[in-house]
Structure formats: C-alpha cells, structure tokens
Nanobody
Framework: QVQLVESGGGLVQAGGSLRLSCAAS????????MGWFRQAPGEEREFVAA????????YYADSVKGRFTISRNNAKNTVYLQMNSLKPEDTAVYYC????????????????????WGQGTQVTVSS
C-alpha cells in the first residue's frame, strides 16, 4: 500500500505560479512512475504530467507543455508540479498518482494504469 498526500494548492491570479507537492509513504521501496492528473467541475479527469523513476523522462499534456514542470526527489519520496503562467482553465482539483514500474522507465498517461491516488488539492485561478 502507498499513501499519497498532495499539498500546495490555493487561489492565484491568472499569470501567477503555484508549486504542488505530493508525498508518498508506505511501500515506496520499488520503482514507480508518478503522475499528476486534474479534474474540473463537470469534466472528466485528465492527464497533466508524468515522470519516471529516475526523473530523466517526463511527459506532458499539450495544454500544459511549456508552463508546467514535473520533478521528483526520491530521497523524500516526493513529486512536484511547478505551475507557471496559470490560466483560469487550469482551475481544477489536482491529484497525484503512483504506478509501480518494474524497470522504472515507462511513462503512463491513462488514469486506469495507476495503482494509487492521493485525495487531491484544489487549484483555483482567477481571471
């Protein structure tokens, strides 16, 4: 079992920045990919970004590419999402997720592929 706790959400004006964190605890000795997803009211959950075990490979949704940066610190079992140039359409609940990956190389963008999820943190961008 893995427990994930997100933090760092809040209210920010358009053009501003936020940094989300997701701390993992429990079974964290195996290699795993970490991802960020988001869900706006009335919308389906959508992929935002993913990072492999080493942190050497990342993958972003087109809607956030160039504005968001995913990173991780395995010593702290934590993944981060730096969000810059925020737009009102970025408003959503942001979730982090873990997918065990034997070789630590694969990136996953589909929610059903992930094994564990956090409770989410609200990000609201005002215009």
């Amino acid at each position: 079992q893995v427990q994930l706790v997100e933090s760092g959400g809040g209210l920010v004006q358009a053009g501003g920045s936020l940094r989300l964190s997701c701390a993992a605890s429990g079974r964290t000795t195996s290699s795993y990919t970490m991802g960020w997803f988001r869900q706006a009211p009335g919308e389906e959950r959508e992929f935002v970004a993913a990072i492999n075990w080493s942190g050497g490979n990342t993958y972003y949704a087109d809607s956030v590419k160039g504005r968001f940066t995913i990173s991780r610190n395995n010593a702290k079992n934590t993944v981060y999402l730096q969000m810059n140039s925020l737009k009102p359409e970025d408003t959503a609940v942001y979730y982090c997720a873990v997918k065990y990956d034997k070789y630590g190389r694969t990136l996953y963008s589909r929610g059903y592929e992930y094994d564990y999820w956090g409770q989410g943190t609200q990000v609201t961008v005002s215009s």
